[in-house]
């Protein structure tokens, strides 16, 4: 029997990790929407931007939320290069090649990373939201209400941007019709390169974000990659409203069905969800095209 | 003409194809190195690879054995360290021991492949050690669907599989040349509840209900079902027996039902990955219980869990197939070997590693005594394999035992298995595990409820 303060608290949970989830997302729509680059990479950069942070965190002995603080535009730069370096070389080329690019980047991180951290998994023992308090019948835990937060606030920060600044409007007209937008005298070469560093910059925000309740490993980045492309694929190419929608459903969900069900069948939950979402609605809740 | 050319080149990739096969064939039959290459040839027949020589000056020079472990993957960071161990354990074996004695001084040469992270990649490896090698006797695969794999070819082919997999199934197949000197799974299980149960009664606390947790393979259910039988023939109740998948990201649903059970006890049976996502949710979540016992050797008491968990795993225990701490001669000197060549403690990777293939070098020498004019061949190695009766006195592999005594059954388990205990306790400012069950390291002692828990029912 399931008691209402038990459902209570996996939701409430579950909106939280919703959150975080859409923040990852993010970066992959943008990559996504702008480019039509489909980032296989995503999960990998992640999981690179967490040992980042986990040897930065350790080594200065600074929670791993600071660390944002210089990852963020390290991984723009970052981004930036991977764009010149990879990803321009295959734009406009067949699909194929685009996706082997980015699932050979994948492997490359993956077996970089075995290579110098090996498999155990690594994890900051500390920080300062490691605790929780009672609200009620609920178990508030810091982290995850502090991740929620700043996912909010960087996606408000990221609709602002879209919505009021010319590079933000590029980004959307390319989104809509990049031929128009590049007859508009958009220099779409040095937008996409803005729109990869971005991406991969909300990658190391929600990978210092982890770090303060995760861990890192070799292979994290597989999971991250899937619920990323779940998120994208389920709330459509409609801006951040379909990606924050979708990253609630998909962490709702997941707590839920770990509820419900077993913890074992969490994902079947999200799946058949994302399943019957596509099935009804093809281009995903706030899809435009 | 156009028809002409495509039957000519289907004939021609058809001839390509025979003609690869055939080679390759070829190649795994006669350019695989033979571990009977002797070192003087009077008469021998070379048809096969494990020749029967009729000189018994005839010895091999160097002995295969195979090692297959998960060296990438999800796992790997138990196959590296096995891979570690059993290249420590054969540079003892050939440089110090001088190889196998009753068999002319035969070095043993370490072949390994990767298990990789699926039952059907360890499988292959095991073949191609086979087919590349002829080894006489294999070890692996630490996990057991792996082990499960790897033991139907080496089964077929008549090959010693030591296995360092502890779900207790694997000696339960009717398989007649796979042996285990590691404790199995549920033993890990009862030697938990036990734990639990003998210090309850020390130290006077009342233990009523108890929440089993454990990550969701055969392994964990094995462990965990060990410590279940074992606590509910103690009267002690199950409040909740929760399963989750080995690569769960997010432990906190768990955390929250657990919570609401306000069990004395919890059992928890993880891998690496899951133990310091589960000890740091505990942590934050306040939950208290009376103790938190690990069970089946993965996580909490090892030096990489402490380092990611921080003292979210202070007073955690887990059960280890392997002790380091044992004061035998023999072990004190590998555990010293293992620390100064990979600058780590060995863990129980490492451990059941140590013990396994000694086991083997014993094996080896005992088979050139009994079979001197064809120590390799399946049978002769099983029988040397089951005539072992090994203690501290009388072998290395046993020093270097929790139980010191070696000595295999009908199935192929070890009749005097035992685990140790290990609790994370703070020694000078440092979180150290220290052996503390069923005999504390010198000047130690389990620590017995968990700090700041207090009894109210």
């Known amino acids: ?289 | 003409m156009k028809s002409v050319s495509s039957t000519a080149i289907i004939a021609i990739v058809v001839v390509v194809i025979i003609v690869a096969v055939a080679g390759i064939y070829l190649a795994s039959r006669g350019g695989a190195p033979s571990t009977t290459t002797p070192t003087t040839t009077t008469t021998q027949k070379t048809t096969s690879p494990t020749t029967t020589v009729t000189n018994t000056s005839a010895y091999p020079k160097q002995i295969y054995i195979g090692l297959v472990e998960p060296l990438t993957g999800n796992y790997a960071v138990f196959g590296q360290e096995a891979q570690q161990a059993a290249q420590l354990i054969v540079d003892i074996i050939n440089n110090e021991l001088g190889g196998i004695k009753s068999m002319g001084g035969a070095k043993l040469v370490l072949v390994t492949e990767d298990a990789g992270g699926a039952p059907e990649t360890a499988r292959l490896a095991a073949q191609k050690l086979i087919s590349n090698y002829n080894v006489p006797i294999m070890l692996g695969a630490y996990v057991s669907r792996f082990t499960s794999a790897m033991a139907a070819v080496t089964e077929q082919n008549k090959v010693i599989l030591v296995t360092d997999a502890l779900v207790d199934s694997l000696t339960q197949q009717g398989w007649q040349y796979i042996f285990r000197v590691a404790p199995k799974a549920s033993a890990h299980g009862k030697a938990a509840a036990d734990f639990v149960l003998d210090m309850a009664k020390k130290t006077n606390t009342t233990i009523k209900t108890a929440v089993v947790l454990n990550e969701d393979s055969i392994f964990g259910t094995s462990v965990a079902n060990g410590a279940v039988l074992e606590l509910v023939s103690n009267g002690v109740e199950i409040a909740s027996h929760i399963t989750y998948p080995y690569d769960i990201s997010d432990v906190t649903p768990i955390i929250n039902q657990i919570k609401q059970l306000n069990a004395d006890v919890l059992i928890s049976v993880p891998y690496f990955n899951d133990g310091v996502l589960i000890a740091k949710a505990i942590k934050a979540s306040g939950l208290k219980f009376a103790f938190i016992a690990g069970a089946g050797a993965c996580g909490y008491t090892d030096p990489d869990s402490i380092k990611a968990a921080g003292d979210a795993v202070l007073y955690y225990t887990n059960t280890y197939s392997y002790n380091p701490a044992r004061p035998t001669q023999w072990n004190q000197k590998v555990v010293s070997a293992f620390e100064q060549r990979y600058g780590k403690m060995p863990t129980e990777g490492a451990g059941i590693i140590f013990y396994s293939l000694m086991t083997v070098y014993e094996a080896l020498e005992k088979a050139g005594k009994m079979f001197p004019n064809d120590p390799l061949s399946p049978d002769h190695l099983k029988a040397a394999f089951q005539s072992l009766d090994l203690n501290d006195n009388n072998s290395i592999a046993a020093q270097l035992y929790p139980s010191g005594h070696i000595k295999f059954d009908a199935s192929g388990d070890n009749l005097y298995p035992l685990t140790a205990i290990l609790q994370v306790q703070n020694v000078n400012g440092t979180l150290t595990p220290v052996v503390v069950w069923p005999e504390a390291q010198p000047g130690f002692s389990p620590i017995f409820p968990r700090p700041g828990w207090t009894q109210t029912k």
């Open chain 1, 1 to 289: 029997m399931i008691s209402p303060e038990l459902l209570l608290q996996n939701s409430v949970d579950g909106i939280f990790l919703g959150l975080f989830y859409s923040l990852v997302a993010m970066g992959l729509a943008l990559i996504f929407g702008v480019m039509d680059i489909i980032n296989f990479a995503h999960g990998d950069l992640l999981m690179i931007a967490a040992y980042f942070v986990w040897l930065t965190s350790v080594d200065l002995s600074v929670d791993p939320t600071l660390t944002a603080l210089l990852l963020i535009p390290l991984f723009f730069i970052i981004g930036i290069g991977i764009f010149f370096g990879m990803i321009q070389p295959v734009l406009g080329k067949e699909p194929l090649i685009q996706i082997a690019v980015t699932v050979g980047l994948g492997l490359i991180l993956q077996n970089i990373a075995l290579a110098m951290f090996k498999a155990q998994p690594k994890a900051v023992p500390y920080s300062i939201f490691n605790f929780s308090y009672s609200l009620g019948p609920l178990t508030i835990y810091a982290s995850k209400l502090f991740i929620a937060v700043i996912s909010i606030v960087t996606m408000y920060a990221l609709n602002v941007f879209l919505n009021k600044t010319y590079i933000g409007l590029a980004m959307r007209s390319t989104t809509d019709n990049r031929e128009v937008a590049q007859l508009m005298g958009i220099n779409t070469r040095m937008l996409y390169a803005v729109t990869f560093g971005l991406g991969v910059a909300l990658i190391a925000l929600s990978s210092s974000l982890w770090m303060t309740f995760g861990q890192v490993q070799p292979y994290l980045g597989t999971s991250f990659s899937l619920i990323s492309w779940v998120i994208v694929a389920m709330g459509g190419l409609g801006g951040i409203t379909g990606v924050v929608y979708s990253g609630l459903i998909v962490g709702v969900a997941e707590s839920l069905g770990s509820l419900f069900l077993t913890p074992s069948a969490r994902m079947a939950v999200v799946y058949i969800i994302f399943f019957l979402v596509l099935w009804f609605r093809p281009r995903g809740l706030f899809g435009r095209r």
